[in-house]
């Protein structure tokens, strides 16, 4: 089975500019959810969606937004670039399993998409 | 405020010895817990997960221990190799507003010495 792939894998923009980012989750997956990295702050939270539904969002400003479709794979935009928006920014997949706690509960990661902001 | 903490931002042990990494908690509403290991420039991998019910879980050289009144983890590597040598995070889960909601700790830098 294929695994959690993201494009593009690099990308440089200026601040300003806007930004769309890619995910498609491993095959079955309807969860899908987006973090940001950075140095020192771990993996931050910034929404998850779910049957094309975002279900749950983390504290940032509205200029990140995303997206699921219908076949699962999932977008995540930023308008309005930063300087401090450079981060790798992940994507995770999971069965959601609805009954009971296990391997359904596992989020599977994608390699990241790496933004540089100038 | 931090739900997940991992306070060791660094370890280094010796080849073939045991590594151990600590993670705490806060929210004891957290019911599932996992382990990630993080290369640079690749998205973490699991590793493996233990439920709340459970205290132990193994897998091959990784063993997950969950200490609840102490809202405590740890994750134990026996024997370490070199190739364990990357970030780990820990991550906590629970339900809630109709989602399973993962809160990731700031990971520990593992070397593991030849």
């Known amino acids: 089975k294929a695994g959690v792939t993201q494009t593009p894998r690099y990308l440089i923009k200026t601040r300003g500019q806007q930004v769309t980012l890619s995910c498609s989750p491993i095959s079955g997956h309807r969860s899908v959810s987006w973090y940001q990295q950075t140095p020192g702050q771990g993996l931050q939270f910034l929404f998850e969606?779910?049957?094309?539904?975002?279900?749950n969002k983390g504290n940032f400003p509205g200029r990140f937004s995303g997206r699921q479709f219908s076949n699962s794979r999932s977008e995540m935009n930023v308008s309005t670039l930063e300087l401090g928006d450079s981060a790798l920014y992940l994507c995770?997949?999971?069965?959601?399993?609805?009954?009971?706690?296990?391997?359904?509960?596992?989020?599977?990661f994608g390699p990241g998409t790496r933004l540089t902001v100038l | 405020d931090q739900q997940v903490k991992q306070n060791s931002p660094s370890l280094s042990v010796q080849e073939g010895r045991i590594s151990i990494l600590n993670c705490d908690y806060t929210?004891?509403?957290?019911?599932?817990f996992l382990w990630y290991k993080k290369y640079p420039a690749e998205g973490p991998t699991f590793l493996i997960s233990?439920?709340?019910?459970?205290d132990k879980n193994e897998d091959g050289r990784f063993t997950v221990f969950l200490n609840k009144s102490a809202k405590h983890l740890s994750l134990h590597i026996v024997p370490s190799q070199p190739g364990d040598s990357a970030v780990y995070f820990c991550a906590a889960s629970e339900w809630a507003s109709g989602t399973y909601k993962y809160i990731f700790g700031t990971g520990t830098r593992l070397k593991v010495l030849a």
């Open positions: 969606y779910f049957s094309e539904t975002q279900r």
């Open positions: 995770a997949s999971s069965l959601l399993a609805l009954s009971g706690r296990g391997v359904g509960d596992t989020q599977y």
């Open positions: 233990i439920s709340s019910i459970k």
């Open positions: 929210n004891s509403m957290f019911d599932y």
